[in-house]
């Protein structure tokens, strides 16, 4: 009577994982499949199977930059956050967002949040380090590039 009770189990279990990883996979193709054609309803449907999943988010958002509405793109951006708080790439994203929205305080302190006082920004992918920093915070915003691994400096006027 005990292992048929563990067999039980064990079977809905296996059910409820096929069930989960079926919803992520749904969220993931719709996620790409989104951002292939730029259509809002589709990373709509891509959030509503896993509205848990930032990436779900992250694709919207990127869907809501390419349309020219930073706004959405921003609010999707920081429920992505609230998801996955440690995620340096969206925080700059969402700093590239609340610029392009005006807002040059609110995109500073987004992108100065990946650096938690280190001089260089953490990488995940083992892409280029970036040191980011104010200067004359009211006319410029420059970006410094580590010169051995990246080739470019960028400054832009805000």
């Known amino acids: 009577m005990l292992f048929r009770g563990y067999l039980v189990l064990a079977i809905a279990l296996c059910l409820f994982l096929i069930q989960v990883s ?17 259509s809002v309803e589709v990373a709509d449907t891509a959030v509503q199977f896993a509205p ?11 869907v809501f930059n390419r349309q020219q509405r930073p706004a959405e793109a921003a609010q999707s951006l920081e429920t992505a956050l609230t998801l996955r708080y440690r995620d340096d790439y969206l ?37 280029a380090a970036i040191s980011c920093y104010a200067w004359d915070a009211q006319t410029k915003l420059s970006l410094s590039c580590e010169p051995r691994r990246l080739r470019t400096l960028v400054t832009r006027r805000i």
Do not use: C, K, V
């Not at 848990?52 to 990127?62: N, Q, V, Y």
């Open 22 to 38: 079926a919803r992520f996979g749904m969220s993931r193709m719709f996620a790409r499949y989104a951002l292939a054609t730029n």
């Open 91 to 127: 925080w700059i994203e969402l700093g590239n967002t609340r610029e392009e929205l005006g807002d040059t305080q609110g995109a500073l302190a987004a992108m100065d949040r990946p650096y938690d006082g280190r001089r260089t920004m953490p990488t995940h992918t083992g892409s």
């Open 52 to 62: 848990s999943d930032p990436e779900t988010h992250r694709a919207r958002a990127a």
